[in-house]
């Protein structure tokens, strides 16, 4: 698999996408990161409500068992102090309640902010990068089989512009079915640039 173009200036265009696509993901996994952290701050005031209102309903149920113990009335005294402490649990679980709810509010809050920006850069990059890899790919395995030249500059003259066809020969097809060796020279650089590659000497692809 052919990753980089064998051109220094295009090659060093793709390391450098490469390396911001990079650092742009990085940046929006520590931003989504901080997001998240300053969130879970909310679930501050919940916790410690939960905390205080269940310290709170032990204390009740201990003063309601205490109380219990007296004579004739301790079922009676002990009443208003279950209640209390009943209300006390329903006020620790509104805390725990608001918790969760900040909790799951960070989670998708941290995806959303990493999720979102990363996918579109990716929609933008990754295709032309896919394409050049699968491009470059296909043709250095021709030039790595010793293959022809002809068949870059057949592809030349499919894929190039005509203005650019015109610079190499007044008529570059004609000049292709006669085997002019510089002209199918020239044709076929022009294939192997737009792919990344570099062309070799005639003498070494065969």
Same mark, same amino acid.
């Given at each position: 698999?052919?990753?980089?173009?064998?051109?220094?200036?295009?090659?060093?265009?793709?390391?450098?996408?490469?390396?911001?696509?990079?650092?742009?993901?990085?940046?929006?996994?520590?931003?989504?990161?901080?997001?998240?952290? *300053?969130?879970?701050?909310? #679930? &501050?005031? =919940? +916790?410690?409500?939960? !905390?205080?209102?269940?310290? %709170? $309903?032990?204390? @009740?149920?201990?003063?309601?068992?205490?109380?219990?113990?007296?004579?004739?009335?301790?079922?009676?005294?002990?009443?208003?102090?279950?209640?209390?402490?009943? *209300?006390?649990?329903?006020? #620790? &679980?509104? =805390? +725990?309640?608001?918790? !969760?709810?900040?909790?799951? %509010? $960070?989670?998708? @809050?941290?995806?959303?902010?990493?999720?979102?920006?990363?996918?579109?850069?990716?929609?933008?990059?990754?295709?032309?990068?896919?394409?050049?890899?699968?491009? *470059?790919?296909?043709?250095?395995?021709?030039?790595?089989?010793?293959?022809?030249?002809?068949?870059?500059? %057949?592809?030349?003259?499919?894929?190039?512009?005509?203005?650019?066809?015109?610079?190499?020969?007044?008529?570059?097809?004609?000049?292709?079915?006669?085997?002019?060796?510089?002209?199918?020279?020239?044709?076929?650089?022009?294939?192997?640039?737009?792919?990344?590659?570099?062309?070799?000497?005639?003498?070494?692809?065969?």
């Amino acid at each position: 698999m052919k990753l980089y173009a064998d051109l220094p200036l295009r090659r060093a265009r793709q390391v450098v996408g490469d390396l911001l696509v990079l650092v742009w993901i990085w940046v929006w996994i520590q931003v989504a990161g901080s997001v998240r952290d *300053a969130t879970l701050e909310l #679930a &501050g005031p =919940g +916790r410690r409500i939960d !905390a205080s209102a269940t310290d %709170l $309903a032990g204390r @009740l149920r201990d003063a309601g068992d205490t109380v219990s113990g007296i004579p004739l009335v301790g079922d009676d005294v002990r009443s208003p102090f279950d209640g209390a402490g009943g *209300a006390a649990e329903g006020i #620790a &679980g509104a =805390g +725990r309640d608001q918790v !969760a709810a900040v909790e799951s %509010l $960070a989670h998708w @809050l941290m995806i959303t902010v990493a999720v979102v920006p990363i996918v579109l850069v990716l929609l933008l990059w990754l295709p032309g990068r896919i394409r050049f890899v699968r491009r *470059a790919t296909a043709g250095r395995r021709f030039l790595d089989a010793r293959a022809d030249l002809d068949l870059f500059a %057949l592809r030349a003259m499919a894929h190039q512009p005509l203005h650019v066809l015109a610079r190499v020969d007044d008529d570059p097809a004609g000049a292709w079915r006669r085997g002019d060796t510089e002209v199918v020279d020239r044709l076929a650089r022009l294939e192997l640039r737009a792919v990344g590659l570099r062309a070799p000497d005639r003498g070494v692809a065969g």
